[in-house]
């Protein structure tokens, strides 16, 4: 059965920390996995897992405690790419409970969730416990770390009858938390292998006073369009550096914990697919996510711990790729004691171009898995009906309700031409792209911006002057009062101010505001 697995998965063969993984689980009763991220752990416990599974079990037979629910979809992601027949289910914050509760209905056999939303189902028995078998608590110390240790002594207290117990880590603490009431653990340990990173380059970038926008500027100018990772320790750190980076038009994502789901996803997706090289975030994506191969990390605010530092850098020079990792340092700042190599410094022109757009952009399609769409029904509307070649048809990702596909940049606006009446399975889609700019709001009303859900192009118009907008299904109106408009990129981007009122109109949305070039 493995080897069928990993057949469809594309991996010719398990690594050494995956094979000691599975010898050990087998063995055991409770197992400590300890590895660096992006090692391959998720897989690691996954497969021994598949043996504690019955088609004629109709309850949950195992449960998986994640962090975060960037993680819990990630993990759910591989067991549907295993094929193995078995259902599997996520529950986490932002989810809709009724959602969870109707799945939950006919369980599944894995259940996936962060602890949370898992002591909510368990508190109200949205399901029953008994026929849990094997429990799973990945990426253990994070949980603890983001406050979860009540909530997940309560679900380990309320579970009778487990039989194996699977804790996994990138970081080895100094015991187990007595409240997971084991005793004794047989540890895999694989974290000798991320103190050999001969791959990693450590710099420093000096910045004037203490604020060091200016300088991060110039730094990821110097490095083009090459992947990187801006590490902040704080949220309001991360919006910053995205307002200066959208006031500059250079395409970024953002992620932290304070953003909604659905905004957290499509950073992601969009860093995955290429349509972003830079994602500006706070600690929370240093691990356990599903995100590429990162060339530079850069250490916008320095790292609190050494832990957080080891992490952080771990998102570059894996797998013997080389990879740069950045600390700007500012004022009188000085390096933490536990970074102990000596960094070489490294000093930035005064002056440098923008870094050019990036070759991919993302396609977003209004339907997915419950609408009956998947992978190979995206590929043939845009490789057929959309006239796009292999090499102009990039990452695809088909979520519940809506499915994303990256084109090459230069092919949008004739993809978008081709496929305006187009259908998948008999239903007309929505396609829309993701050439966002945000603006900041003003008080001021004497321009109007009237889209209808069912306008091809809706505009804006100030007097003789009309701007085009690409139809979007992706209005975004934050509590700082941003909002997030797709403009065709052929099109002056204008700067925009706009005024205090919003209207629900019927069909569609109207926003006041004045325009100025």
């Given at each position: 059965m493995i080897a069928k697995i990993l057949q469809k998965l594309n991996i010719v063969a398990l690594n050494n920390m995956q094979n000691a993984a599975l010898a050990a689980i087998d063995k055991n009763k409770n197992v400590l996995l300890l590895s660096p991220t992006g090692s391959g752990k998720t897989l690691a416990f996954l497969l021994p897992l598949l043996k504690f599974l019955s088609p004629t079990n109709k309850q949950v037979q195992v449960l998986i405690l994640v962090p975060s629910r960037e993680l819990a979809l990630q993990i759910e992601h591989v067991f549907k790419q295993m094929d193995t027949g078995f259902k599997v289910n996520c529950c986490y914050g932002g989810h809709p409970v009724k959602t969870e509760k109707n799945n939950l209905i006919q369980p599944p056999a894995v259940l996936i969730g962060t602890p949370g939303r898992i002591a909510y189902h368990v508190r109200n028995e949205s399901f029953d416990v008994q026929g849990l078998k094997v429990l799973v608590l990945d990426e253990f110390d994070k949980s603890l770390e983001f406050g979860?240790?009540?909530?997940?002594?309560?679900?380990?207290?309320?579970?009778?009858?487990?039989?194996?117990n699977i804790l996994t880590s990138a970081t080895k603490m100094d015991e187990i938390p007595s409240f997971t009431g084991i005793k004794s653990i047989s540890e895999v340990n694989f974290l000798k292998d991320a103190e050999q990173k001969p791959a990693l380059k450590l710099k420093t970038v000096l910045a004037e006073g203490q604020d060091k926008l200016a300088t991060l500027f110039t730094l990821l100018c110097k490095i083009e369009n090459k992947t990187s990772l801006v590490f902040c320790n704080?949220?309001?750190?991360?919006?910053?550096?995205?307002?200066?980076?959208?006031?500059?038009?250079?395409a970024h994502g953002i992620f932290h914990?304070?953003?909604?789901?659905?905004?957290?996803?499509?950073?992601?997706?969009k860093f995955r697919n290429g349509s972003y090289h830079i994602l500006v975030t706070t600690d929370l994506a240093s691990r356990g996510l599903d995100i590429p191969e990162t060339a530079y990390v850069i250490h916008y605010q320095l790292p609190n711990t050494l832990d957080a530092y080891t992490h952080r850098n771990g998102r570059t020079a894996r797998m013997k790729a080389e990879g740069i990792a950045y600390l700007i340092l500012g004022g009188d700042e000085t390096l933490p004691k536990f970074i102990e190599e000596e960094p070489e410094m490294e000093k930035l022109p005064e002056s440098l171009p923008l870094p050019k757009p990036t070759q991919w952009v993302t396609m977003y399609v209004a339907g997915g898995k419950k609408d009956k769409i998947n992978k190979v029904d995206i590929v043939g509307l845009f490789m057929q009906k959309g006239k796009l070649a292999k090499d102009e048809l990039g990452l695809i990702e088909v979520a519940d309700h809506v499915s994303y596909a990256a084109i090459k940049r230069d092919r949008l606006p004739e993809v978008l031409s081709l496929l305006k009446d187009e259908k998948i399975k008999g239903k007309k889609i929505r396609l829309d792209n993701d050439l966002s700019f945000r603006f900041d709001f003003s008080y001021r009303d004497n321009v109007t911006i009237n889209h209808r859900i069912d306008e091809a192009q809706p505009q804006i118009t100030q007097g003789s002057r009309t701007i085009t907008i690409q139809p979007s299904i992706d209005y975004i109106i934050s509590k700082r009062m941003n909002i997030r408009l797709f403009f065709d990129q052929t099109q002056t981007i204008p700067k925009i101010s706009t005024?205090?009122?919003?209207?629900?109109t019927r069909g569609g949305l109207t926003f006041r505001f004045s325009l100025t070039d």
């Open positions: 979860f240790q009540d909530d997940m002594s309560f679900i380990i207290q309320s579970l009778r009858n487990i039989q194996k704080h949220r309001d750190a991360v919006e910053r550096i995205s307002q200066l980076l959208h006031e500059m038009q250079i914990g304070g953003m909604e789901q659905a905004d957290r996803e499509k950073s992601l997706i005024g205090y009122k919003t209207t629900n």
